[in-house]
């Protein structure tokens, strides 16, 4: 049994007594547990619970979470944290430890706000009519593949063709074609890239 001195926490883990229902749950928390634990502490504890992770680290609770899957839907870590109504706390844990902050807080932004760190490079992004037939409305979703590419120092394959566009929201939207080539210009510092975007017919 979980025996907690004081009151300065009872309100907090009133609203969360449902997770020391489980024996199983309540066993792998003590394994961590100080009687000087305050709130965040609790809170690292029991996604260290629902992560199956080694300590109560939040880089390895979110390394184990983002393993699992970048949609929440296929994520059954995400599913625990949801069941147990803890997706604000984490995120503000989140905002708390790595100054991570968006509109609109969804695991794959957050995965690529770490790979992709965009102050420490430059980009060079060019958007051609190859073929004269007139520059398509839009080009978000080849723009988009290509600064990946270069933040991510991958080059796409020559000629690819990418099918539609994306809204601000990253929604796809009706069919256009893009071609995007990319190469590392030689001279220039590593960390850039270069590329261009064509448009043809839709």
Known sequence: MLEIDGYDLDEFLEKRYKFFVSKKRTDSFLRWYQVDWEEEEFLQGFLAVFSSSQSV???????NLLKSSLQEEHNKIWADITKFDLERDLWNLIKRYFGY????????KLFL?????PKERDYFL????IYGVGMAEGA????????CSGALGKPVTEQTVILGTMTIGGAI?????GLIYCRREEGIDSRSSYCEIG???T
């Open 57 to 63: 680290d939040i880089r390895e609770i979110l390394r």
């Open 101 to 108: 902050g968006s509109e609109v807080l969804i695991l794959k």
């Open 113 to 117: 706000s770490f790979i992709i760190t």
């Open 126 to 129: 060019n958007v051609q009519d």
């Open 140 to 147: 978000n979703l080849a723009a988009f593949v290509a600064l």
């Open 173 to 177: 939207q009706s069919l256009k074609i």
């Open 199 to 201: 448009n043809s017919a």
